[in-house]
């Protein structure tokens, strides 16, 4: 009986950590899409990493969220969106240049819960396309 209560006591975070993934996952692939357009942060933040800080635009906000189930208030305050570290200083270069080049992120929201950032887009295109696409060049 010992051993069953062990076993479910280290099997019970996991399986919840499972069913975590299971949820976002669904919700970020059932979600209605809005498309944000973003502008810089830079809050001198000592633990910046491989992620770009930003703020969503609140006139694209409020244009874009018309008949979604996505709630203004949700796109307050500063974002993250994470990267992989090699591009990492790469796209934090592009997006202070951000006078050059349109950033906007695609969320998917679904009713009564959080947007969940998908995708960063430049110029209209997926980050790891155009940088696939200016690399050449």
């Given at each position: 009986?010992?051993?069953?209560?062990?076993?479910?006591?280290?099997?019970?975070?996991?399986?919840?950590?499972?069913?975590?993934?299971?949820?976002?996952?669904?919700?970020?692939?059932?979600?209605?899409?809005?498309?944000?357009?973003?502008?810089?942060?830079?809050?001198?933040?000592?633990?910046?990493?491989?992620?770009?800080?930003?703020?969503?635009?609140?006139?694209?906000?409020?244009?874009?969220?018309?008949?979604?189930?996505?709630?203004?208030?949700?796109?307050?305050?500063?974002?993250?969106?994470?990267?992989?570290?090699?591009?990492?200083?790469?796209?934090?270069t592009l997006f202070s240049s951000r006078r050059r080049y349109q950033f906007e992120v695609v969320y998917s929201c679904v009713e009564g819960r959080k947007p969940i950032a998908k995708q960063l887009l430049i110029d209209g295109m997926d980050w790891r396309d155009?940088?696939?696409?200016?690399?050449?060049?």
């Open positions: 009986m010992k051993k069953i209560f062990i076993l479910i006591t280290l099997l019970a975070p996991a399986f919840f950590f499972l069913g975590w993934i299971g949820v976002l996952a669904s919700n970020t692939q059932t979600g209605q899409e809005v498309r944000v357009e973003i502008e810089g942060y830079d809050p001198r933040d000592l633990l910046a990493g491989h992620y770009i800080l930003y703020r969503n635009n609140n006139s694209s906000v409020q244009q874009n969220i018309v008949g979604t189930p996505c709630k203004e208030w949700h796109f307050y305050g500063a974002h993250r969106f994470y990267v992989p570290q090699e591009y990492a200083r790469t796209l934090d155009f940088l696939m696409q200016n690399r050449r060049k």
